[in-house]
């Protein structure tokens, strides 16, 4: 497939050019940013949903759940399952599932993604496959993310609606959750609730919350094997896509979105020139021996490559 065949199929919602183009943007395949390009001007109408939570919480059988549920309504859903543990395991697994899936419904894809051979995490990558789902016509994206401390918060900056799973018996990781994560779910979900002492872990959420930009956070009860608590879920879910839009919280998060992406961009085309100056290490020498400060080294590189980084940047 070239650049504008992709293009053309990935619009009219095929899902396997979805998941050829997805492979495109994780290999870096040398036309990806003209593809994306062209795709661009087609996105931002589909409603991006993050769950996460710690490992084993039930956060992929909820997500079976509203996939049953949304599916029923005749949305078309995207599902991305960001997987930190092995390439081949992750991606068999969730490649059968895919496999079955799509052959019961072509509105539906799912599809894993390994944190694996990303630098710095899978930011950029994530952003752009959203935008091909996006693109592609699916009304909801779901993003399956692990989460359990500061360093997960990350993924609250590419949903509309966060959701964060935690089960009972998690006393220690709520003291892990406190500066992070729970400030940034928009909903709270204790699944689970079939084994005891659920209640304490809703009072203990309870304790810990605070209200996210004048949402009150809510603490719902579920149980992901059975369906309990599911359409409670769905009802939240829906409140706070209500909430964002009438209050333009919406245009907000996604206009904050754009800014730290652009500022993300800038420092990346500044770093991969400079990365590359041969002269670098004899800097970072130069720091280390106390000669220069971290703060002049850094202007002395960004003045010496200024010709260099407008030289590779598009004409405007
Ligand atoms: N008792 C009980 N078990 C559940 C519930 N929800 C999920 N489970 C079980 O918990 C296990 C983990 O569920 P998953 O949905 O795979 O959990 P996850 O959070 O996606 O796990 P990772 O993707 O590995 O982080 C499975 O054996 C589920 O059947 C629930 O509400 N009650
Ligand atoms: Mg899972």
Not at 101 to 130: A, C, P, Q, W
Not at 268 to 289: H, L
Request: include cysteine.
């Amino acid at each position: 497939m070239n650049g504008i065949e992709i293009v053309n199929k990935v619009l009219s919602g095929d899902n396997r050019a979805i998941a050829k183009l997805i492979s495109n943007i994780e290999n870096q395949a040398p036309n990806i940013d003209e593809v994306l390009m062209k795709l661009y001007p087609h996105t931002g109408n589909a409603y991006v949903i993050g769950v996460t939570g710690a490992t084993g919480v039930g956060k992929s059988t909820l997500i079976n759940g509203l996939i049953n549920h949304y599916k029923s309504q005749g949305l078309r859903l995207g599902v991305i399952c960001i997987d930190p543990s092995s390439p081949i395991t992750g991606g068999a697994i969730l490649g059968d599932r895919l496999r079955l899936v799509n052959s019961i419904d072509e509105r539906v894809f799912i599809r894993s993604m390994t944190t694996r051979g990303y630098k710095g995490g899978i930011t950029k990558s994530l952003r752009d496959v959203i935008r091909v789902l996006d693109a592609s016509g699916k009304e909801l994206i779901i993003i399956e993310t692990i989460g359990v401390s500061q360093v997960d918060v990350e993924i609250a900056n590419y949903v509309d609606t966060l959701l964060l799973v935690v089960m009972p018996y998690m006393g220690d990781e709520i003291q892990l959750m406190k500066a992070g994560l729970l400030e940034v779910a928009d909903i709270v979900v204790i699944n689970k609730a079939d084994l005891t002492n659920s209640e304490d872990m809703v009072l203990a959420i309870k304790e810990n919350l605070n209200s996210n930009n004048g949402w009150e956070v809510p603490v719902i009860k579920t149980v992901a094997i059975n369906g309990f608590g599911i359409p409670e879920l769905i009802n939240k879910i829906n409140e706070h896509k209500n909430y964002l839009l009438t209050t333009n919280g919406i245009e907000k998060k996604r206009k904050d979105r754009i800014k730290e992406e652009i500022l993300e961009e800038i420092f990346n085309i500044v770093k991969q020139n400079i990365v590359g100056d041969e002269k670098f290490d004899e800097i970072v020498k130069k720091v280390f021996e106390k000669e220069i400060t971290p703060h002049f080294a850094a202007q002395l590189l960004i003045k010496k490559h200024k010709f260099l980084i407008f030289n590779n940047c598009v004409d405007v």
